[in-house]
């Protein structure tokens, strides 16, 4: 039982380019979601689904896609990278929304734009 | 909106001190209260919860009671370990809501 996993774990882009990051839960969970933390920000809302073939917009979404194609993975998409990407990522999973608090967290992406 | 404040850090603690981070909130209706703890190079972990005022979330030593009156849910744990040197976070959801609300962290150092 491996969790929630993320690929790639470090990523540098140059500005404008694409890229796409994986999360994949194993723990039949309804609920993903996608967050960017940047210091003194805490975590920020990017998108988030609430089932398979559902997204929706959190706090943070323009730069972003992501895409629900399967339960268990969660793909978040940066069309033409910009330097105020530069952050961590993190992706999470909670199984109904009676628990949507006890989200289980993947280890992080450290994506870098220069 | 929602929010959740943070008392600033970092917070440096030698072993077996008293601990306590503050955590207020700001919520239109009644919300659950969460602290989770981020450790070094890892995710973030839930490490206890209140879903109504007056009650107490506790776990590994660390406590944080829902106050009403006051909005607020200070973390505390009595003595401290080398060990729970993390980023914590305190958070909200309200309820029927989808998501959470992160405060912006404090980061923990103990020191031998």
């Known amino acids: 039982n491996a969790g929630v996993t993320q690929t790639p774990k470090f990523r540098v882009l140059k500005t404008g380019q694409s890229m796409t990051l994986l999360c994949a839960q194993d723990m039949n969970h309804e609920y993903m979601y996608w967050y960017r933390q940047d210091p003194g920000m805490g975590l920020r809302l990017i998108h988030y689904?609430?089932?398979?073939?559902?997204?929706a917009k959190g706090e943070v979404p323009d730069g972003y896609n992501v895409s629900r194609l399967k339960k268990q993975n969660f793909l978040l998409g940066l069309e033409s990278a910009a330097p105020s990407q530069t952050s961590v990522y993190f992706c999470a999973s909670s199984g109904s929304i009676r628990s949507i608090y006890e989200q289980y967290f993947g280890p992080g992406t450290r994506l870098t734009v220069t | 909106g929602n929010s959740v404040t943070q008392m600033e850090g970092p917070v440096t603690l030698s072993e077996e001190a008293f601990l306590t981070i503050n955590c207020t909130y700001t919520a239109t209706g009644y919300p659950s209260l969460f602290w989770y703890v981020q450790y070094p190079g890892e995710g973030l972990q839930l490490l206890l919860k209140?879903?109504?005022?007056?009650d107490k979330g506790s776990n590994k030593g660390f406590e944080a009671t829902y106050r009403k009156e006051t909005t607020s849910f200070h973390l505390e744990k009595g003595s401290v370990q080398v060990s729970d040197s993390a980023v914590y976070f305190c958070a909200l959801s309200e309820r029927g809501a989808q998501k959470l609300v992160f405060g912006q962290g404090t980061r923990l150092t103990i020191n031998p």
């Open positions: 209140a879903t109504k005022a007056d």
């Open positions: 689904s609430v089932g398979e073939g559902t997204t």
